[in-house]
């Protein structure tokens, strides 16, 4: 069983709406959690990185939240553009080796149409 | 932009072929690694690498190898490649902290090749 599973698998939205997503992680210790945006045919670029200690962060229109209590973290988009479709891909990493290992959701396939 | 390159963007090749996926980062980064992802798939590591001389495998077992022979060079090579090969292979880098540095640095991912084994 994957130790990051994130929902819905895909969303259609349309231009100007807000959306969420979800994440939810099993993974431990924790260190901490990130967001991806990936573009078909292309790598993740992060869009956000969360530690323990904090509970939400922006990066423009996204704003990701975290409670490392019920482990689980969203991403909202304010405004959503076009150019917002994409992967949404959740990553955790742990405090267990020296490598940081990151664990990877499946992603969150998002549309927007005008 | 993160300045890590990856050539091929895209391969098809056939059955038998040894094959070299190149991977470059000038961001002096000492760990680089190497994820395959297949549609609607999460990224799975097989290989990394902490620094020159340094490699390892990862969670997914994998018939490529990997050398690093320089810090910015972290190519993958198939020496007899098989349609079960066909994938997206991501290259990515990140910083090494140093002692007591507990800061969380990021991954930098190159856009991809897709290979395609016939």
């Known amino acids: 069983k994957n130790q990051v599973e994130q929902s819905p698998q895909s969303l259609i939205i349309l231009e100007g709406k807000n959306c969420t997503l979800q994440c939810n992680y099993t993974v431990s210790p924790f260190s901490n959690l990130r967001w991806y945006k990936q573009d078909t045919g292309r790598g993740p670029v992060s869009l956000t990185i969360?530690?323990?200690?904090?509970n939400t962060k922006s990066n423009g229109r996204y704003t990701a939240t975290l409670d490392a209590d019920t482990k689980q973290s969203s991403l909202h988009i304010t405004a959503s553009q076009l150019s917002d479709s994409a992967s949404y891909i959740c990553v955790v990493s742990d405090r267990g080796s020296t490598l940081g290992r990151l664990y990877f959701g499946r992603g969150t396939q998002l549309t927007v149409w005008p | 932009e993160a300045d890590i390159y990856q050539t091929p963007r895209y391969l098809v090749i056939g059955t038998g072929k040894k094959i070299t996926l190149e991977c470059s980062q000038t961001?002096?980064?000492?760990?680089m690694y190497w994820y395959q992802q297949d549609p609607g798939m999460e990224l799975h590591l097989i290989h990394y690498?902490?620094?020159?001389?340094?490699?390892e495998k990862g969670d997914l077992s994998s018939e490529s190898t990997v050398s690093r022979i320089r810090t910015e060079h972290f190519p993958l090579t198939l020496e007899s490649a098989r349609p079960s090969h066909t994938s997206q292979y991501l290259c990515?880098?990140?910083?090494?902290?140093?002692?007591?540095?507990?800061?969380?640095?990021?991954?930098?991912f190159g856009p991809g090749t897709r290979l395609t084994v016939t």
């Open positions: 969360m530690t323990f200690s904090e």
């Open positions: 961001m002096g980064h000492d760990k």
């Open positions: 990515a880098s990140s910083h090494s902290p140093g002692q007591g540095d507990f800061r969380s640095y990021e991954q930098y």
């Open positions: 690498s902490y620094g020159v001389n340094s490699t």
